[in-house]
């Protein structure tokens, strides 16, 4: 195995203060725990706190900063957060507004996000919570109940985070976020799996002319293998599971994202974008805005996934108000 690590058991220590490091004008770090919450404080808004396990950068701690996150909470690598992590998290960000939680649906991180929002509670902070389940490809896994939560997460971060940016109430923020979680859907495929720091080797083995479909964000193996084809087919098998969710439809308006998985060539990227937009465009959906690069990642994985999100005026609205943040930058 060839990292460019120090210590396996530093990794995300060491990670969090390289974060700091390169953007203290976004992030601090809270001594004695990892989490990252926004240089400046709450401005006097509902606060947004997400997180999860680490390997996913620029997710989490990448979207803390204006108009997205308040904080963002980093476990092991693909390991939850402990309860008291996250409590920490929503002490720090709380402006008196309320704290609105965005969990992505795997087993560890409901738990002790839930765990952390009753903590929190009880010391009076209003704290409500969201459940991101995005993924089309599989309804239940080794890691979840229903469908898992991946790179939709991000359009729940950035429309929620715009609406409390805007001032709108802790019952309205988590409206919005549901609505974007009703109408955002996502599929992934790899062409190489990730390598685990701690486990040394890949976390599935693929042929030379083999691809996983179905992946999910934790290095685990999808729905199926097949014979690898050119990237109009792999984008194809995927749009065609999300479209097939019957939610979206002929003058529909949605927003795009083609997310990479850590090790996947921009390049790469791009020509899958080139077909989507072709796909779309054939089904007369419009693509309302585009988002190609790596969001919500899967360490070293080689591979992509789609997003696609419906929109209404609303959406659309806090989609394009401006945020600023280390991974996250639209004015």
């Keep these: 195995m060839k990292k460019l690590i120090n210590k396996v058991d530093s990794i995300v220590d060491e990670m969090l203060d390289g974060m700091t490091a390169a953007f203290p004008q976004y992030v601090k770090r ?22 999860g396990g680490s390997g996913h950068e620029p997710s989490h701690g990448g979207f803390v900063g204006r108009g997205m996150l308040d904080g963002a909470v980093a476990g092991e690598v693909f390991t939850s957060p402990t309860p008291d992590q996250v409590y920490e998290a929503v002490k720090a960000v ?6 609105l939680l965005v969990i992505k649906n795997y087993t560890g991180d409901v ?3 839930e765990m952390a929002a009753d903590m929190a509670k009880d010391e009076g902070i209003d704290v409500e919570q969201v459940i991101v389940a995005d993924d089309v490809a599989v309804e239940n896994s080794t890691w979840t109940t229903g469908r898992r939560g991946i790179a939709g997460t991000v359009f729940v971060h950035k429309i929620a985070g715009a609406s409390a940016e805007a001032g709108l109430s802790l019952p309205e923020v988590k409206r919005v976020a549901e609505k974007v979680i009703a109408n955002v859907r996502s599929m992934g495929m790899a062409v190489n799996a990730c390598t685990v720091p701690a486990a040394g080797k ?46 979206y439809a002929a003058g ?11 090790g996947t060539p921009l390049m790469e990227l791009f020509v899958a974008n080139r077909h989507v937009k072709e796909v779309l465009d054939s089904k007369g959906i419009k693509t309302a805005r585009t988002y190609v690069g790596n969001y919500m990642t899967s360490l070293d994985m080689e591979g992509f996934s789609i997003t696609l999100l419906k929109l209404d005026d609303e959406l659309k609205k806090f989609l394009n108000a401006p945020a600023d943040t280390p991974a996250f930058v639209q004015f």
Excluded: Y
């Design 252 to 262: 529909d308006e949605v927003a795009v994202m083609v997310n990479g998985m850590g």
């Design 111 to 113: 738990m002790n996000f």
């Design 94 to 99: 709380n402006g008196g507004k309320g704290v």
């Design 202 to 247: 890949p976390s599935f083995e693929l042929a030379d002319d083999e691809i996983e479909i179905g992946i999910g964000i934790h290095g685990e193996p999808g729905t199926h293998r097949e014979k690898i084809s050119d990237v109009n087919g792999i984008a194809d098998k995927l749009l065609g599971k999300i479209l097939a969710e019957g939610i």
């Design 30 to 51: 809270l001594e004695g725990f990892n989490v990252l919450v926004r240089s400046g404080g709450n401005p006097g808004k509902v606060a947004l706190v997400s997180g």
